[in-house]
């Protein structure tokens, strides 16, 4: 069974946009995205759109769906009354290069700022051991795709463009915590997601945890107790003291 659905789809580049109306077909068991593959080949051929598996693995497809980030492949158009009108639009957060394609390049800045895992120098590759608990602690972390959901979503960048440059975002932080509950990894962190990642800035309002289309956690499991671990070394009385202690010796 098939309709005319109404679309309203931002078209324009970093210059200047605006929403299009276009009435389109749908058809049972379609996506959004599929719908946008329907305007570029009857209507509007020049229409921007970046994406690529079509399965909600890849994490090209973000967009926001009537203000909400999604993925347009994972939206099915059935949760949609066939009287509605659908608004297609970039991600907000991103500067804009033209119609639904975002410069997501803020993201691979952060991503390079975060230290890779350091393991104890005298393990050699082949000899490291982790307990189950450790492994399964973090392997929900692993599910990122990196769609950048959360990074569009989070009002600490969304609302405020200046905190880009102090801010990593909940996905880099996600990545920060991962590598703090490795079992093996030296690095002190802990300071590092405070200081030079912007963890303060994070207060868990879970709207990262929201949007994400692979139902991590964010907020709970990951930047949660890195807030805690970070309060314990700052703010702990005993940890205080062992440090003056040690600053006068």
Same mark, same amino acid.
């Given at each position: ?99 639904? $394609? ?6 691979? %800045? ?7 895992? #350091?393991?104890? =120098?005298?393990? &050699? ?85 929201? $949007? ?6 964010? %907020? ?7 807030? #805690?671990?970070? =309060?314990?070394? &700052? ?15």
């Amino acid at each position: 069974m098939s309709y005319k659905a109404k679309f309203k789809v931002w078209r324009g580049d970093a210059g200047e946009g605006s929403l299009e109306d276009y009435g389109v077909e749908v058809n049972e068991g379609e996506v959004v995205l599929d719908i946008i593959h329907r305007l570029q080949a009857t209507q509007a051929p020049d229409m921007a759109v970046r994406w690529n598996c079509k399965a909600g693995k890849c994490g090209s497809c973000s967009a926001e769906v009537n203000g909400v980030p999604r993925l347009m492949c994972m939206t099915r158009m059935s949760t949609f009354t066939e009287d509605e009108t659908i608004t297609v639009t970039p991600l907000r957060t991103f500067p804009v290069i033209r119609d639904l $394609v975002t410069d997501v390049s803020f993201n691979y %800045t952060k991503a390079r700022e975060v230290a890779s895992f #350091e393991p104890p =120098a005298e393990l &050699k590759p082949g000899d490291y051991r982790m307990a189950q608990v450790d492994v399964e602690r973090s392997q929900e972390f692993r599910k990122c795709i990196e769609c950048f959901l959360c990074q569009n979503t989070c009002h600490a960048v969304r609302d405020h463009e200046d905190n880009k440059d102090h801010f990593a975002g909940p996905r880099f932080l996600m990545r920060v915590a991962e590598l703090d509950m490795h079992p093996l990894d030296t690095r002190e962190r802990r300071n590092e997601a405070q200081e030079d990642h912007g963890l303060g800035f994070c207060n868990i309002t879970k709207c990262c945890t929201e $949007v994400c289309p692979e139902h991590i956690k964010i %907020t709970d499991n990951a930047l949660i107790p890195m807030k #805690e671990r970070v =309060a314990d070394r &700052k703010y702990d009385p005993l940890v205080w003291l062992g440090n003056k202690i040690a600053r006068r010796k």
